[in-house]
């Protein structure tokens, strides 16, 4: 059996020992210096009047009675030196630095200095995919200098980096390098269908691939219109945000077109029309005529070009026409006749 205690080395009352409050006495000074160790300073020698209870880490070099203990522990008490040799694993707080360090066998380190984790929960529990999870009413992130920069990297161009904002847990918009390099904003109602609202491609250019805009035109053909007759689209030219064709409207002139989404609408028209009487051609919304239209006081000859816009308040799923008012000669045809709307 050894003499002393295998971590600390406090020695042991042997049996039969006379004096044992000596061999008492040594173990308690050594786990006073050892247990909740306060480092006060690295030191070469020894300080000229040290404090009864002060620790001192030794350097390298060191001279007088710390020569020949480089890296050991000086603990001053009764007025003489103990020196401890440390353990891998001891801690101890370094005052002049306010920082506790732990001695991994050769230095005495700060585990706080370089630490790598891998998961890290404040308030939180995190798991094996969000490694990182805060639970707070505000997070902040404070600029070292003058800037501060956030970094999300991805692996590849196909890969995806970033920022998803949840309702109930549901995505319901992300901001990012969503499966390209085109940073780009999208929505969703459910969590599972999502548009793309707005992309800033490498180009520098800001399209909006979810705002609802169309030109639609009506193949070529010759219509005598009357009164209320209704005038509409096969062909969506340039589609986008959600615009589709309606029912096939009476006398197969087409489909009406259906608003994807509630709002202001630039709307415009252009047709090539010859009265034959007072007569008028006007946007027609769900087959009531709007205050957008081309209006003739009696006949007209030879065919003209009608152009008409406007600005008009349009609710998703409304069905858009055109509508005689009084008798037409409308000519269709992609150099002849469009319809267009455009969402502010």
Request: no cysteine; glycine share 10%.
């Amino acid at each position: 059996m050894s003499d002393t205690t295998p971590n600390l080395n406090l020695p042991y009352i042997l049996p039969s020992q006379a004096m044992k409050h000596i061999t008492h006495n040594e173990a308690l000074q050594i786990l006073d210096a050892a247990t909740n160790t306060v480092i006060l300073a690295t030191l070469t020698a020894p300080p000229a009047t040290p404090a009864e209870g002060a620790l001192y880490l030794i350097g390298p070099s060191a001279t007088g009675t710390f020569a020949g203990k480089d890296g050991r522990l000086a603990f001053f008490i009764d007025g003489a030196w103990i020196f401890l040799v440390p353990r891998a694993g001891w801690r101890a707080w370094f005052a002049l630095d306010g920082r506790t360090r732990v001695f991994d066998g050769t230095a005495w380190v700060d585990p706080l200095a370089s630490p790598v984790v891998d998961r890290l929960g404040i308030a939180a529990t995190p798991d094996a995919t969000n490694r990182f999870t805060l639970s707070s009413e505000a997070s902040l992130f404070n600029h070292a200098g003058s800037s501060h920069r956030m970094k999300l990297n991805k692996q590849a161009a196909t890969d995806t980096a970033s920022l998803l904002f949840q309702s109930s847990w549901s995505g319901r918009a992300e901001i990012g390098l969503l499966g390209s390099d085109t940073l780009q904003f999208k929505a969703s109602a459910d969590g599972s269908a999502w548009k793309i609202s707005l992309e800033l491609g490498s180009d520098g250019v800001a399209r909006l691939p979810g705002r609802p805009v169309v030109s639609a035109t009506l193949a070529a053909a010759s219509y005598t219109l009357a009164a209320n007759d209704l005038v509409g689209v096969d062909t969506l030219s340039l589609q986008q945000g959600g615009f589709t064709r309606g029912g096939a409207l009476a006398g197969g002139r087409g489909n009406a077109l259906i608003v994807p989404a509630s709002g202001l609408y630039a709307v415009s028209f252009r047709a090539s029309l010859q009265a034959t009487a007072a007569a008028s051609l006007a946007l027609a919304v769900n087959g009531s005529a709007s205050g957008l239209r081309w209006s003739a006081g009696g006949a007209t000859s030879p065919m003209a070009t009608a152009t008409v816009s406007g600005i008009l308040s349009l609710s998703s799923g409304d069905a858009v026409a055109l509508m005689a008012g009084g008798p037409l000669n409308l000519q269709t045809g992609l150099n002849a006749y469009e319809l267009a709307l455009q969402f502010l």
